[in-house]
Antibody
Framework: QVQLVQSGGEVKKPGASVRVSCKAS????????ISWVRQAPGQGLEWVGW????????NYAQKFQGRVTLTTDKSTSTAYMDLRSLRSDDTAVYYC??????????????WGQGALVTVSS | DIRMTQSPSSLSASVGDRVTITCRAS??????LAWYQQKPGKVPKVLIY???TLQSGVPSRFSGSGSGTDFTLTINSLQPEDVATYYC?????????FGQGTKVEIK
């Protein structure tokens, strides 16, 4: 079955960087884009960006431009999200999610289990 | 960017009631609209995509309708296991914005 397994939670200090990984299985990794979505405690869902593993093309939400980089490793079917210059309001659960169809901006299905990133001094 | 506005923000209904959640896009998005369910402490899961296509495995009491700017998610005969927050999302192009969510509780 299609599955996305994310790395564990992280605690970081303000100004630091964090990398969250998302290992895919059960499908051809390069056939579907991976998106990243975050959810601050008690808040709604916020789209961060997507990456196409086939072409290594990424598209970022304007809010995160310059602070986030999405990459993939096709040899291990793993997607990565790097977020820099962390602030306290970056504290959130970060999800990866696969596009539901071959189009990079398709709906999301399935989702990873989420990784809690806590930013605190 | 296109904004997605859901209403109501929360609702309380009885088991067996019909529940309707609306989602309005600030510009037309054809039928590029998905609905997600997020149960407390759980990962979101897609219920409906293309505005009205039910995802495999989702109970038939869930249905979606709409096109352009106005969309509706309906739960026919609300069940206790439907307690969750529901989000709409536009996906015609980036940014793939979500609505703010509608929390559904049992009265």
């Amino acid at each position: 079955q299609v599955q996305l397994v994310q790395s564990g939670g992280e605690v970081k200090k303000p100004g630091a960087s964090v990398r969250v990984s998302c290992k895919a299985s059960g499908y051809i990794f390069t056939d579907y884009a991976i998106s990243w979505v975050r959810q601050a405690p008690g808040q709604g869902l916020e789209w961060v960006g997507w990456i196409s593993p086939y072409k290594d093309i990424a598209n970022y939400a304007q809010k995160f431009q310059g602070r986030v980089t999405l990459t993939t490793d096709k040899s291990t079917s793993t997607a990565y999200m790097d977020l820099r210059s962390l602030r306290s309001d970056d504290t959130a659960v970060y999800y990866c999610a696969r596009a539901g169809s071959g189009w990079p901006t398709a709906w999301f299905d399935p989702w990873g289990q989420g990784a809690l990133v806590t930013v605190s001094s | 960017d296109i904004r997605m506005t859901q209403s109501p923000s929360s609702l309380s209904a009885s088991v067996g009631d019909r529940v309707t959640i609306t989602c309005r896009a600030s510009q037309g998005i054809d039928n590029y609209l998905a609905w997600y369910q997020q149960k407390p402490g759980k990962v979101p899961k897609v219920l409906i995509y293309a505005a009205s296509t039910l995802q495999s495995g989702v109970p038939s009491r869930f249905s979606g309708s709409g096109s352009g700017t106005d969309f509706t998610l309906t739960i026919n005969s609300l069940q206790p296991e439907d307690v969750a927050t529901y989000y709409c999302q536009k996906y015609n192009s980036a940014p793939q914005t979500f609505g703010q969510g509608t929390k559904v509780e049992i009265k």
